[in-house]
Structures are given as structure tokens and as C-alpha cells.
């Protein structure tokens, strides 16, 4: 049976269990539960918290884990990301009072407060800039105006807890983070049940981006037509019974989906369709 860790609360954990559950396994019903069995896909989910999810994974205990890459690298545990997951997606920045500071060599001396310690001391070493960290569970925007700190290093979304404290963020960022499949380091990259497991999401994953199209148009035309839609390998091409006539189907990226019509429509393409792919494997 597969052991995985999943986010048990926090932004992370909305969305990893609808993942799940698109993917086509059981989850918990409600918010309480700390660990449930899917019988038929022979998985076990245990509902962590975040942070820890990486040195649950890295003891050897379990699995696979869904986290964050920030607190992947933050926990300095032995566990590596095998999957980048598209959600809870977010920078990792300094900010300070506006006219502070304005690159990371303006720290030296000063206080630095974070949730991410790991992070911080580790970039502060890196950068050779001697300044000190203290800890704080969160809301650390409040830190500044209470004087515990005179920059802060935090999450960063669209900005708004910044802009609401009255903070800037300065200076290049620190890592770009995104939910993350994480395994013990050097585990078996090639054990079936961790392969299947990983092609389900990626297969979540695709058909949240991409769109089926299917649409008409006459054989002079196909080539122009295929290189809109060049597809994953190559598009189907069927013959219409009308003769001079083919049928298309390929896969596209959803993004794109109405500007390729509106080129599709301009060579002359016509029942141009587009539906959605609930579930895929590549
Ligand atoms: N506003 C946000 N937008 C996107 N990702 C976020 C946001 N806040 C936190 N995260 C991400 O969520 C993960 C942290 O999860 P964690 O549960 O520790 O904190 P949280 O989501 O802020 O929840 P809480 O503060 O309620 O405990 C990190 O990977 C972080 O990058
Ligand atoms: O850029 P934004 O869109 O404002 O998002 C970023 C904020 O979201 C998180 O805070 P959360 O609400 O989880 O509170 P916390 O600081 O107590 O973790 C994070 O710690 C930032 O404060
Ligand atoms: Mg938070």
C-alpha cells in the first residue's frame, strides 16, 4: 500500500484533495480525520501538517508527500521534489517600511523576522550578509510596527498583507514556490506504485490545461490547419464524406483555445468545437 502525506490544513490543503479526488481517489469527509485507506487503489493518506509533511517523507515512513517547495527547502530534510503540482503559488520576498532597504546587502545588522527561518538564514549565509533571524509563527507583516524586526521575509501572493502593513518588498526574490510532490532522497524513481500514482496527476493536471478541438476544413487548408494545432504527437485527420473535406481532433493549451479558433475560422475552418478532458494519461 502506498503511503502518501497530504496537507491537513492551510492553502495548501483545499486544494491538494480536490487534486486527489480528480485523480480518482477516496478522501476524507471531514476535516478531523488524520489518516484514511482507499481500498481499491491501494493507497493510504495521512493528513499532516505541512511543514512536516517533507521529514515525514525523508524518515522513510512514508512515501510521498505533498507540500510546498518553500517548506520543502526550509525543513532541510532529506526529500527531493518529483512533481511541480500548478497550485498555491507564491514568491518568497523581503519587504521593509518604504526608503529601509533596498538590496539584501542592506540587512547587515539588522533583524530579519520570518516563519521560514531556514530559508532566510540559509539565502543571508549564501549572500555573505550578517544579520539576524528571529522565528515568528505568522502574520509576520505585524512584526515591523511592533518593533520586533526592521524587514521581514514572507509568502507573497498578490501583495495585499504587504500593502496593508504599509511594506514594500525590495530586493531580487528569494525562490519562486508552488505545491510539490516530494520523495525520500535517491527512493526508487522507478517504483510502479509511485510511477502510477504521479501519472494520475500529471494526467489531472493536463486536463485542467488543455481542451479537445475538433473542427472541419477542406484539404488544401490542412497543413496551414495542423500547424495551429500541431496537438501532443500529431492531430487525428479523418475523411468528411463530403469529398475535399477532413475532420481534426487534437489536444490544445485551454489558454489558447479562442485565439486558435478565431485563426482556424480565418483559413477557412469551419464546426470548430472545443470540449473539456476530464481525465488523461500521456
Ligand atoms: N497566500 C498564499 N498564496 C499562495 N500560497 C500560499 C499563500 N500562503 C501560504 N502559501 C503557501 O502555503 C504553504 C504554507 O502552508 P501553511 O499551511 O504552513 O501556511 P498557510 O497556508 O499560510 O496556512 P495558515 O497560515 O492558515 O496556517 C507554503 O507552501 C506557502 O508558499
Ligand atoms: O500576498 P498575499 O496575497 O497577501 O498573500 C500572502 C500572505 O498569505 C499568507 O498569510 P496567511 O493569511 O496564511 O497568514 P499567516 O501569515 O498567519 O500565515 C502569507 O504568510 C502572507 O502573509
Ligand atoms: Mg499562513
Given at each position: 500500500?502506498?503511503?502518501?502525506?497530504?496537507?491537513?490544513?492551510?492553502?495548501?490543503?483545499?486544494?491538494?484533495?480536490?487534486?486527489?479526488?480528480?485523480?480518482?481517489?477516496?478522501?476524507?469527509?471531514?476535516?478531523?480525520?488524520?489518516?484514511?485507506?482507499?481500498?481499491?487503489?491501494?493507497?493510504?493518506?495521512f493528513?499532516?501538517?505541512?511543514?512536516?509533511?517533507?521529514?515525514?517523507?525523508?524518515?522513510?515512513?512514508?512515501?510521498?508527500?505533498?507540500?510546498?517547495?518553500?517548506?520543502?527547502?526550509?525543513?532541510?530534510?532529506?526529500?527531493?521534489?518529483?512533481?511541480?503540482?500548478?497550485?498555491?503559488?507564491?514568491?518568497f520576498?523581503?519587504?521593509?517600511?518604504?526608503?529601509?532597504?533596498?538590496?539584501?546587502?542592506?540587512?547587515?545588522?539588522?533583524?530579519?523576522?520570518?516563519?521560514?527561518?531556514?530559508?532566510?538564514?540559509?539565502?543571508?549565509?549564501?549572500?555573505?550578509?550578517?544579520?539576524?533571524?528571529?522565528?515568528?509563527?505568522?502574520?509576520?507583516?505585524?512584526?515591523?510596527?511592533?518593533?520586533?524586526?526592521?524587514?521581514?521575509?514572507d509568502?507573497?501572493e498578490?501583495?495585499?498583507?504587504?500593502r496593508?502593513?504599509?511594506?514594500?518588498?525590495?530586493?531580487?526574490p528569494?525562490m519562486?514556490?508552488?505545491?510539490?510532490?516530494v520523495?525520500?532522497?535517491?527512493?526508487?524513481?522507478?517504483?510502479?506504485?509511485?510511477?502510477?500514482?504521479?501519472?494520475?496527476?500529471?494526467?489531472?493536471?493536463?486536463?485542467?490545461?488543455?481542451?479537445m478541438?475538433?473542427?472541419?476544413?477542406?484539404?488544401?487548408?490542412?497543413?496551414?490547419?495542423?500547424?495551429?494545432?500541431?496537438?501532443?504527437?500529431?492531430?487525428?485527420?479523418?475523411?468528411?464524406?463530403?469529398?475535399?473535406?477532413?475532420?481534426?481532433?487534437?489536444?490544445?493549451?485551454?489558454?489558447?483555445?479562442?485565439?486558435?479558433?478565431?485563426?482556424?475560422?480565418?483559413?477557412?475552418?469551419?464546426?470548430?468545437?472545443?470540449?473539456?478532458?476530464?481525465?488523461?494519461?500521456?
Amino acid at each position: 500500500m502506498l503511503r502518501i502525506a497530504v496537507p491537513n490544513k492551510g492553502s495548501l490543503s483545499g486544494p491538494a484533495a480536490e487534486m486527489l479526488h480528480e485523480a480518482g481517489y477516496q478522501q476524507r469527509r471531514e476535516s478531523k480525520e488524520l489518516r484514511i485507506v482507499d481500498p481499491e487503489n491501494e493507497v493510504e493518506f495521512f493528513y499532516l501538517r505541512p511543514r512536516d509533511i517533507a521529514i515525514y517523507v525523508s524518515s522513510g515512513r512514508l512515501d510521498i508527500g505533498i507540500t510546498g517547495r518553500d517548506l520543502l527547502i526550509d525543513s532541510g530534510a532529506d526529500a527531493e521534489e518529483i512533481l511541480p503540482l500548478g497550485f498555491a503559488r507564491s514568491t518568497f520576498r523581503f519587504a521593509a517600511k518604504p526608503g529601509t532597504a533596498s538590496g539584501i546587502e542592506d540587512l547587515k545588522g539588522k533583524t530579519v523576522a520570518t516563519s521560514y527561518e531556514g530559508i532566510v538564514a540559509g539565502h543571508l549565509a549564501d549572500s555573505g550578509v550578517d544579520a539576524s533571524v528571529v522565528h515568528l509563527d505568522g502574520a509576520v507583516e505585524t512584526a515591523i510596527e511592533l518593533g520586533v524586526a526592521e524587514v521581514i521575509a514572507d509568502v507573497v501572493e498578490t501583495g495585499t498583507s504587504l500593502r496593508n502593513a504599509g511594506l514594500e518588498v525590495f530586493g531580487e526574490p528569494i525562490m519562486k514556490s508552488e505545491a510539490i510532490v516530494v520523495r525520500r532522497t535517491g527512493a526508487d524513481a522507478e517504483e510502479p506504485k509511485v510511477q502510477q500514482f504521479l501519472r494520475r496527476l500529471q494526467g489531472v493536471l493536463v486536463a485542467r490545461t488543455y481542451v479537445m478541438m475538433d473542427y472541419d476544413c477542406r484539404v488544401e487548408q490542412l497543413e496551414k490547419a495542423v500547424a495551429l494545432t500541431p496537438g501532443l504527437e500529431s492531430p487525428t485527420v479523418s475523411p468528411l464524406h463530403n469529398e475535399g473535406w477532413v475532420a481534426v481532433r487534437a489536444m490544445v493549451p485551454a489558454k489558447e483555445a479562442q485565439r486558435i479558433m478565431d485563426d482556424l475560422y480565418a483559413i477557412g475552418a469551419r464546426a470548430i468545437l472545443t470540449t473539456a478532458i476530464h481525465a488523461c494519461r500521456l
